[in-house]
């Protein structure tokens, strides 16, 4: 008992733990971990990680998606972002998806994990917080998940990436795939020939 009690001790409100994060203070870390659970001191989320909940009045706050990333992933290294975030571009994008998307260096695939789908997608670069601009980049290059109208994304997205040339242009070449890169620059040699016929009109 005083073992358990002692492991207690190391446990933080909030915070998610690997199985193997607690062995080294425990000697019988599985039949602790058990213990711990039986009681609502842990929960499990999935795949060997264990949260350790805040009380509120209400009941359990359940764990931050970072947190649960962090301790999935057993790095700081990622950036997490939802399709959810385009509806704040103003490009004519409504709907509303169950999906977290973490683009990291280590892992790809959807995992489960807190009763949450995360869709981790193995990505060379990225920033390491989210921007408008960014958010812009990330929807042209999955344009092609999105359950809105295309064409009209596009030309709603052309307007605004244009309108910023200068600094889209920066994250377009730092984030986009060949498909976006070519798709800008499009969009620019055709605002070029647009602006030329009306100097000659």
Known sequence: MKALE?????????????????QQWS???????????????????????????????FGDVPPEDEELVRAFLKDNDFLLTSPNLYNSLGVGTTQLY????????KRHGEFLLGGKV?????????PNRLSKEFLFVDLLNNLDELAEDKQEVLQYAREKTLKKFTSMKKFIN?????????????????DT????SQLSS
Do not use: I
């Open 27 to 57: 000697n019988a870390v599985d039949r602790h971990l058990h213990q711990l659970v039986k009681e609502g001191f842990l929960q499990k989320m999935s795949g060997g990680l264990y949260y350790c909940p805040q009380k509120a009045s």
């Open 174 to 190: 730092s984030y986009g795939g060949e498909r976006t890169k070519k798709l800008f620059s499009n969009w620019l040699k055709q």
């Open 98 to 105: 169950n999906k977290r998307v973490v683009y990291n260096h």
């Open 118 to 126: 995360f869709d981790f997608r193995l990505k060379h670069k990225f």
């Open 193 to 196: 020939r647009e602006y030329a």
């Open 6 to 22: 002692s492991l207690k001790k190391h446990l933080k409100t909030g915070q998610v733990y690997r199985r193997a994060d607690l």
